[in-house]
């Protein structure tokens, strides 16, 4: 009896064991996954172009900055960066105006057709790019949109806007609808008690969805591809010169275009955890 | 100078009515309390004074002057919100001076009146504070002295103690009464708690499924109930309700005794009568004693009477315990008779 109990007990040990290795070796996993290639490509724009090639690695980065120095030298690169910022800042202030006015309609008014809109908004998304991509580039070309960083960010923008949408919809329905009514008995008109009462509130979560619209325009490279060519943006300059490239630029290249989306993202995920509607406070 | 008028005012949600045709008075300085359980349209209707609310049809006159096209801002009213409003980014002295600023006035007069309401409130000592470093009873004090601040004509007031504890609303209460009668402004006040309304009004105005069914000084709406339903809601207990028959003309057959009633053409009325509003005797209401509930200076009885359920204040001096027989005599003077139909009192 009692050497049954006890080997009952063993095997629940065992089992919970096993079941917190799985736990721990799935952590384990899901962070290599992320976080190795990060590595790698940090170590190898860290190092000399020649360490790049060679063989063996140390697996260190010897903190040379022959890579990035030959990256920045390397003939087109700023003008593509600098594209890139573009696009990215004007996807930012487009998104954001859109996606500012679209969220608040959808937190504050009742209107006809409100859920379906809310759908259509998420089905954006829904549309591959590729398929969109040759009647969007023949309309450019007529509109002379085409190779324009304005007509690009008009792309990215449809891209970033149902996220922008999503969250700032979250934003201002976590501010309750009295602090705006209290300020239109208190003198304000609509505007005002936006201004002055709804914006100062929601402003760190609008800056965090503007953050991630920049980023959205700042990775997406194949919409960029099709649509520009004098104007290219870093990740369809990179992405255009990969076969003719070494493979330190690329390097370097790719953590130019990591860098500043995992700062930003990193920097405003407690906002981006809101939109998928966990607690943000 | 802001009387209110309320002319045939009604809203309704989608296929919803909320309120139906309201028409109320409430005179220059009034307290009005609007009373009413949740979801009869008293909040609607405070609303609609307000000008958060648009009305289906009917008018809002406020000092002489018709405001139900105007926006929130240009009616003269102010608001305490039941879950306050206070706004978190400002402090509290930028809360009780955001209406003043809205309204473009010195700087100098700006102080006046923030640091004069704030003294009023008690709330000196934290101007300097945000919302989410008071407690619930300082937001509320917060929310009162930024609508006093504004000198309105009108200050409209949400179930403004209903978050609060029972002890924290007792002080507040108290303190709201003396503060707004020395503001002189005409005061709407809506309520679900009638001991609130009761200690609050001048005037109460019951409210059940979008109507106003009494508009009345608090006595004479606990007295003299125009209806059935202000019976049985004010009062606490509630008044007591027993089936009459007519025998005669003017007497009335209620539970195995013959009373004087209205001489009326119907042939049943329902007989009411306060539970305070009895005695124990002989001759009355043949009671059996169910539950016994000393309550200090008097005593909560509980019994039936015909088989209904029929409760009692006495005097606790008296020996009673569950299971006795009683014989409970209603005070004529404080006898009402209701239509069985309509409810209205007869």
């Not at chain 2, 609607?44 to 009917?58: F, K, N, Y």
């Not at chain 2, 000393?294 to 509980?302: M, R, S, V, Y």
Request: glycine share 8%.
């Amino acid at each position: 009896m009692t050497a049954i109990a006890e080997t009952d007990a063993a095997r629940k040990v065992e089992v919970r064991s096993a079941g917190r290795f799985l736990f721990i070796a799935a952590i384990v996993l899901l962070c290599a996954w992320v976080l190795v290639p990060i590595y790698l490509l940090f170590v190898n724009t860290l190092s000399s172009p020649q360490e790049v090639t060679g063989f063996p690695k140390t697996g260190i980065p010897s903190f040379d900055f022959g890579s990035i120095q030959f990256f920045v030298n390397f003939a087109g690169v700023l003008w593509a960066l600098w594209n890139s910022v573009l696009v990215a800042v004007l996807t930012m202030i487009l998104s954001i105006v859109i996606g500012a006015a679209a969220g608040y309609a959808l937190s504050r008014f009742e209107f006809p057709g409100k859920g379906t809109f809310r759908m259509l908004v998420v089905m954006t998304r829904a549309f591959p790019l590729p398929l969109l991509a040759l009647p969007l580039a023949v309309l450019f070309i007529r509109t002379g949109l085409d190779d324009t960083a304005l007509g690009l960010a008009i792309v990215h923008t449809v891209l970033a806007l149902p996220f922008a949408v999503l969250i700032t919809f979250s934003l201002f329905s976590g501010i309750p609808i009295e602090l705006e009514e209290a300020a239109w008995t208190l003198g304000c008109n609509r505007w005002q008690a936006f201004r002055k009462v709804v914006l100062p509130l929601v402003l760190p979560g609008i800056v965090a969805s503007a953050v991630f619209a920049f980023t959205i325009s700042w990775n997406e490279v194949f919409a960029a591809a099709v649509l520009t060519i004098q104007n290219r943006t870093l990740p369809a300059f990179l992405v255009q010169s990969l076969n003719v490239s070494p493979l330190h630029l690329k390097f370097a290249g790719g953590a130019a275009l990591v860098i500043p989306a995992l700062i930003f993202i990193f920097a405003v995920r407690k906002y981006l955890f809101a939109m998928w509607g966990i607690a943000n406070r | 100078m802001a009387e209110i008028v309320i002319k045939n005012v009604a809203k309704s949600f989608g296929g919803f009515q909320a309120l139906h045709s309201i028409d109320l008075t409430i005179a220059d300085q009034e307290f009005m309390v609007l009373l009413g359980a949740s979801g009869c349209g008293k909040t609607t209707l405070l609303r609609i004074i307000a000008g958060l609310e648009t009305p289906t049809q009917g008018e809002v006159w406020i000092g002489g002057r018709r405001v139900d096209g105007l926006p929130p801002r240009e009616r003269g009213i102010a608001m305490v919100f039941q879950n306050y409003a206070v706004f978190p980014h400002l402090t509290v002295f930028e809360n009780i001076a955001f209406g003043l600023r809205m309204k473009k006035l010195p700087q100098a007069e700006i102080d006046r009146r923030v640091h004069r309401t704030a003294e009023l409130m008690h709330i000196e000592q934290l101007l300097k504070r945000y919302s989410g470093q008071l407690s619930g009873g300082q937001r509320q004090r917060v929310a009162v002295a930024r609508a006093l601040a504004m000198e309105p004509d009108v200050i409209l007031m949400d179930e403004p103690l209903s978050n609060l504890d029972a002890l924290l609303r007792l002080e507040m209460r108290a303190e709201l009464k003396g503060v707004l009668a020395e503001s002189k402004t005409t005061t709407i006040y809506v309520t679900h708690d009638q001991v609130e309304a009761m200690s609050l009004a001048d005037r109460i105005s019951v409210m059940n499924a979008g109507r106003i069914v009494q508009a009345a000084s608090p006595v004479e709406v606990y007295r003299n109930p125009a209806a059935r339903f202000v019976g049985s809601f004010i009062g606490s207990p509630p008044m007591n309700f027993i089936p009459a028959v007519k025998v005669a003309d003017g007497k009335w057959r209620v539970a195995g005794i013959t009373l004087d009633g209205p001489q009326t053409p119907q042939e049943k009325l329902e007989f009411a009568i306060r539970p305070e509003d009895v005695e124990v005797g002989s001759g009355g209401l043949a009671a059996t004693v169910r539950v016994v509930e000393p309550l200090g200076a008097h005593a909560l009885l509980t019994c039936e009477v015909e088989g209904a359920l029929f409760r009692a204040v006495v005097d606790s001096d008296i020996p009673v315990s569950p299971g006795d027989a009683l014989s409970l005599v209603p005070k004529s003077d404080r006898v009402r008779w209701f239509d069985v139909e309509s409810g209205a009192a007869v």
